[in-house]
């Protein structure tokens, strides 16, 4: 695996120890179990895997190179480079500026761009359109494009059955960068439609089957199909692919569903065998997660942006079996009474009060989003360390982890 040149401030020797140790042990990831930082009175549990992923990294590095290469030019991004507060607030103290939000609204029009600028591409990838639009003004679209190898992967896919007269359904978040992107590039081969989950799986499911008569579709998917979309005709023959940071989960159960249904009604190549095409590190992150779901933690602390689609998969999975606090940095920790964090099925930030537990042992699960640099995630654990007495020294709870 390539390394990565990141800033400095976004390590932590903390988290470095315990991911270094369970490297060691083991190289090729075959061991899911969880680590532990037992601290005396409380006890925290890691996952196997969490934070930064190779594209997050990978974006990093280029970013802070196009600002160090470039001392002279403005130094545009399409959008946020990743859902993390803490390091698009960085690379804006660089100097960096937006040119629109994450659902594509604009802060700076095409026309104060400039053949002389320099246009980061984020993470998420963007749209044909948007390409062409840059390309137009004498913009170089390549230099400095950091969308993520998993998510071109996707596109790949996405073409390759397209070709071959199949309609992409894609399950994602429909406003969401990556999948405003897939969107567009899977349309240069294909018919394609976008659905959320499962719910929306069974409404185009009723088009398929002809339960649902063919003139609502225009209606209940408005803004989710492609342009000529035919529901008649681009329904016999379907795939499925994915924006790369939903629910594996889920995405199999849709990708399942669909091959049920359209193989039912027009036989087995009715359906193309699109395999998973999530990236690696959302496979890695959500299996290490299920695992500590049954350790007996009284509670989660998920650490990312909330914006961040797979941080909130994490914790869609954890709040099955525990209470989960959902964070964006340790300012969000009050005291050990009270707690600010986003309660993501009300899509809203809101206060908790006696979130830890009082008994003489506390087990806390500590994760983070893909997105989430690892320094957040030590000193949250040291935010939540300040709040009990009589604690373990770090140094002393790490050298006893790295000779087990």
């Given at each position: 695996m390539k390394k990565f040149e990141i800033p400095e401030k976004y390590k932590s020797s903390v988290i470095a120890t315990v991911k270094d140790w369970r490297k060691r042990r083991d190289p090729r990831k075959q061991d899911v179990s969880p680590s532990s930082l037992d601290f005396g009175p409380v006890e925290f549990i890691l996952p196997r895997h969490f934070g930064f992923c190779y594209g997050v990294e990978n974006a990093i590095e280029i970013s802070y190179k196009a600002i160090n290469e470039n001392p002279d030019k403005r130094i545009f991004l399409l959008s946020q480079?990743?859902?993390?507060?803490?390091?698009?607030?960085?690379?804006e103290a660089a100097g960096i500026r937006f040119i629109m939000d994450t659902?594509?609204?604009?802060?700076?029009?095409?026309?104060?761009?400039?053949?002389?600028?320099?246009?980061?591409i984020p993470a998420f990838g963007t749209t044909i359109e948007i390409e062409e639009k840059l390309k137009s003004l004498g913009v170089e679209t390549k230099k400095y494009n950091t969308t993520c190898p998993f998510v071109e992967k996707v596109w790949k896919r996405s073409a390759e059955i397209g070709q071959k007269g199949y309609t992409n359904i894609i399950h994602g978040k429909y406003k969401h960068e990556e999948t405003r992107a897939t969107f567009s590039h899977s349309n240069q081969h294909s018919a394609s439609i976008i659905v959320r989950d499962m719910k929306e799986a069974q409404k185009l499911a009723g088009y398929i089957t002809g339960d649902s008569p063919a003139d609502s579709f225009y209606e209940v998917f408005k803004g989710k199909y492609?342009?000529?979309?035919?529901?008649e005709s681009d329904l016999k023959k379907i795939g499925v692919v994915n924006q790369t940071t939903m629910l594996a989960t889920e995405t199999q159960e849709i990708a399942d569903f669909f091959k049920?249904?359209?193989?039912?009604?027009?036989?087995?190549?009715?359906?193309a065998d699109t395999r998973d095409t999530l990236c690696y590190a959302t496979n890695d992150n959500q299996d290490a997660t299920n695992a500590v779901r049954s350790v007996g933690a009284d509670l989660a602390i998920v650490i990312g942006g909330y914006n961040s689609s797979n941080t909130s998969q994490l914790v869609t999975i954890l709040e099955e079996t525990m209470p989960v606090y959902f964070i964006k940095d340790q300012n969000e920790i009050i005291d050990r009474n009270t707690i600010r964090h986003f309660n993501y099925g009300q899509n809203q930030l809101i206060t908790s009060f006696g979130w830890l537990p009082i008994k003489a042992k506390v087990r806390i699960v500590l994760t983070s989003g893909a997105s989430c640099p690892d320094t957040v995630v030590e000193s949250v654990l040291e935010q939540i360390l300040g709040t009990f007495e009589n604690t373990h020294e770090i140094e002393s709870v790490l050298t006893q982890l790295i000779q087990e």
């Open positions: 480079m990743i859902h993390n507060p803490a390091v698009n607030e960085d690379l659902e594509g609204h604009q802060f700076i029009d095409w026309s104060e761009i400039t053949s002389e600028d320099v246009v980061i492609s342009e000529g979309f035919q529901v049920g249904v359209v193989t039912n009604k027009y036989g087995p190549d009715a359906f």
